[in-house]
Every structure is written in C-alpha cells, then in structure tokens.
T-cell receptor
C-alpha cells in the first residue's frame, strides 16, 4: 500500500505556481520522498527527490517539513504541458522499489 | 541517450489468447521493471530484474504471467491465457543499480475482449 496521501485533483492557472501537497506521516528516517508525474498516454517521469533538505532542479522545487511528515512539490511557473498526474512516493534509497498511489491530477488552464 | 523502448504500443486480443510484450532498457541500466497500470490507478510493480536475475516477483500472477531477461538486456513479458481483467497498460522501466530514478517506456496498452 502507498504510504502517502495526496489530493485527488487540483487546478492551476497557466503562469502561476502550482503547489502540490503530500502527507507521509509514517515516513522512516532512511526513506526519501520522490515525485514522478505521468502525462496522458506516457510513462511516468521522474521529477525530483529529497531526504530532509529542500531540493530544487530545473523542473521543480521540493519543500519537506522539518518533521518530514509532509512535503510540497512546487512548479514555479506552470504551463499547459504540466497537466499530468503527479505521484508522491516514499521509498528507501537502495531498495529500488517505488509504490505508486493514485496521485494528484493537476489541470493547468489558460 | 535513447529512452526505454517498448513494443507493441497497442494490442487487442480475445480472452484465453496469449500475448507477449518486449522491452529494451536504457543502455547500461542493470535493473529492469515491469509494471501493470489499470485505468485510473497508479502503476503496480509486477517483476523486477537485476541483470538477468529476478529480484522481486511477488506481485506477478505466476499462473498466467511470465517474464524473462535472458542476456541481462532486453526483456519479454508474457500472458497466457489472458483474462478480461488483464486489460491495462504494461509499462517497462529501467534504472542504474541502487537508484530510485527510474526511466519509463511509453507502455503497451492491452485490451482483452
């Protein structure tokens, strides 16, 4: 079973920041938070991951709370191409296993 | 670098028939995964290979599903005989050893009538 809780769906205006929350209250000390997204009719795509520090790459930023029980994925300037299902996954770094939940369906509108 | 390749992209069969899917992972990726994604759900891991050995096949319905990765590169997933509930997208992914950044192929959409 997935160990994360995400809203079923969210909307965001194009050009605005999209903030996608994720709860992972049972996360263990050696578990990372991973984010993937899946655009319609494509396979999932890795976005970012983190342990306890905030992370940023060319796609997004990941903010993890100090107690590590929740996190937020931030797409700073959402575009229509960011419309997708976003999955938040908790996993130990060396287990190579990802357990997907049902994710958050993000709709970016003009 | 080239991505994960899968074929066919679509397949329609009748129940009780057989079907096979093929996957070519990214060059140098030792770990290969097969996932099943039913409409409206997230992908579910069926089997994980490390080179040509099986690491985890606990979710693979072994009475009808089989998979192999004979030379540690390409892999095939077979269903025999297919059931209606096998209708899904079958995704192949690969990663470097010990890395949870998995690269996914486009998937094969299977419809069982």
């Amino acid at each position: 079973d997935a160990k994360t809780t995400q809203p079923t769906s969210m909307d965001c205006a194009e050009g605005r920041a999209a903030n996608l929350p994720c709860n992972h209250s049972t996360i263990s000390g050696n578990e990372y938070v991973y984010w993937y997204r899946q655009i319609h009719s494509q396979g999932p795509q890795y976005i970012i991951h983190g342990l306890k520090n905030n992370e940023t790459n060319e796609m997004a930023s990941l903010i993890i709370t100090e107690d590590r029980k929740s996190s937020t994925l931030i797409l700073p300037h959402a575009t229509l191409r960011d419309t997708a299902v976003y999955y938040c996954i908790v996993s130990s770094y060396n287990t190579d296993k990802l357990i997907f939940g049902t994710g958050t369906r993000l709709q970016v509108f003009p | 670098e080239a991505g994960v390749a899968q074929s066919p992209r679509y397949k329609i069969i009748e129940k009780r028939q057989s079907v096979a899917f093929w996957c070519n992972p990214i060059s140098g990726h030792a770990t290969l995964y097969w996932y099943q994604q039913i409409l409206g759900q997230g992908p579910k891991l069926l089997i994980q290979f490390q080179n040509n050995g099986v690491v985890d096949d606990s979710q693979l319905p072994k009475d009808r599903f089989s998979a192999e990765r004979l030379k540690g590169v390409d892999s095939t997933l077979k269903i025999q005989p297919a059931k209606l509930e096998d209708s899904a997208v079958y995704l192949c992914a690969s990663s470097r050893t010990g890395m949870n950044e998995q690269f996914f192929g486009p998937g094969t959409r299977l419809t069982v009538l």
